[in-house]
């Protein structure tokens, strides 16, 4: 959990009011807590980020996590952006305790949800649901990001008619069986794609065709040299094995998100 420091030089010479202003003038608090809660019979553990110095209710951002699981990297992102401001819930699709510990185990529970779209829609949706939770949410400004498998299920999020201001894919898979269903998307759309990513390039020309017969606002974001998981430092500097963090790409798309935040929730 981040803490707040404060440094008090001549204490003697603070009066209490000082004091007091010293302490709500320092950097924010971000608060950190495991959640644990349920989709049917299946118990999930999410994590909860956010800035507890804010009284105030503000935007929900869901959180979705690589096809490994809820591990440290969606909880970095989360982190990052309570201290952005938001409320930030990443969601466990997999159950609780349920974690890849190599990419074969991570293809198999990814795979899951991607040949039941139906499933992989309503355990978003459970995540969604606890967000909304949240006594410091704005009903109406929630959107959710997504990261490689996770951007997929954001999508889907999205094409179930889900009530959200927007969703952003980070490399994820842009792929569905029911394209038709993107006339359900209520919010806008933002995609982030690596101009190298050969995991999810067979996907963009039927996603494009998606959400122009649909009518969706949506924008895609493709970056130079970028591969599959280049926002994602632990997939190493290598782009010949098909999945390497990329600097560049990594810091655009982070602006290219936030802008889209302060559009959608303006």
């Given at each position: 959990?981040?803490?707040a420091?404060?440094?008090?030089?001549?204490?003697?010479a603070?009066s209490a009011?000082?004091?007091?202003?010293?302490?709500?003038?320092?950097?924010?608090?971000?608060?950190?807590?495991?959640?644990?809660?349920?989709h049917?019979k299946?118990?999930?553990?999410?994590?909860?980020?956010?800035?507890d110095?804010?009284?105030?209710?503000?935007?929900?951002?869901l959180?979705?996590h690589?096809?490994?699981?809820?591990g440290?990297?969606?909880?970095?992102r989360?982190?990052?952006?309570a201290?952005?401001?938001y409320v930030?819930?990443?969601v466990?699709?997999?159950?609780?305790g349920?974690?890849?510990?190599?990419?074969?185990?991570?293809?198999?529970?990814?795979?899951?949800?991607?040949?039941?779209?139906?499933l992989?829609r309503?355990?978003?949706?459970?995540g969604l649901?606890?967000?909304?939770?949240?006594?410091?949410?704005?009903?109406?400004?929630?959107?959710?990001?997504?990261?490689c498998?996770?951007?997929t299920?954001?999508?889907?999020?999205?094409?179930?008619?889900?009530?959200?201001?927007?969703?952003v894919s980070?490399?994820?898979g842009?792929?569905?069986?029911?394209?038709n269903?993107?006339?359900?998307?209520k919010?806008?759309?933002?995609?982030?794609?690596?101009?190298?990513?050969?995991?999810?390039?067979?996907?963009?020309?039927?996603?494009?065709d998606?959400?122009?017969?649909?009518?969706?606002?949506?924008?895609?974001?493709?970056?130079?040299?970028?591969?599959?998981?280049?926002?994602v430092?632990?997939?190493?500097l290598?782009?010949s094995?098909?999945m390497?963090?990329?600097?560049?790409?990594?810091?655009?798309?982070?602006?290219?998100?936030?802008?889209?935040?302060?559009?959608?929730f303006?």
């Open positions: 959990m981040k803490k420091i404060i440094t008090f030089g001549f204490v003697i603070l009011a000082a004091v007091f202003r010293a302490a709500t003038d320092s950097e924010a608090a971000i608060k950190t807590q495991t959640v644990e809660y349920r049917g299946t118990t999930l553990e999410g994590y909860l980020a956010y800035d110095a804010n009284i105030g209710t503000r935007p929900g951002i959180v979705a690589e096809w490994t699981g809820l440290e990297y969606a909880k970095m989360a982190n990052m952006l201290e952005m401001g930030a819930f990443a466990d699709m997999n159950g609780k349920i974690r890849a510990k190599d990419h074969a185990e991570a293809a198999k529970l990814s795979g899951i949800y991607r040949s039941d779209r139906k992989m309503e355990r978003i949706l459970a649901d606890e967000l909304r939770k949240n006594k410091f949410v704005d009903q109406k400004m929630i959107a959710a990001v997504g990261y498998f996770g951007g299920s954001a999508l889907e999020l999205a094409r179930s008619g889900a009530d959200i201001k927007g969703v980070f490399h994820g842009l792929d569905t069986p029911t394209p269903d993107a006339k359900n998307i919010g806008k759309i933002l995609v982030c794609q690596g101009a190298n990513d050969n995991f999810t390039s067979a996907g963009i020309a039927g996603f494009e998606e959400m122009r017969k649909a009518g969706v606002d949506w924008q895609m974001n493709t970056y130079a040299n970028a591969v599959h998981s280049f926002t430092r632990e997939a190493g290598d782009p094995k098909g390497a963090y990329n600097e560049k790409a990594d810091a655009r798309s982070w602006q290219a998100m936030k802008n889209f935040f302060a559009e959608i303006e």
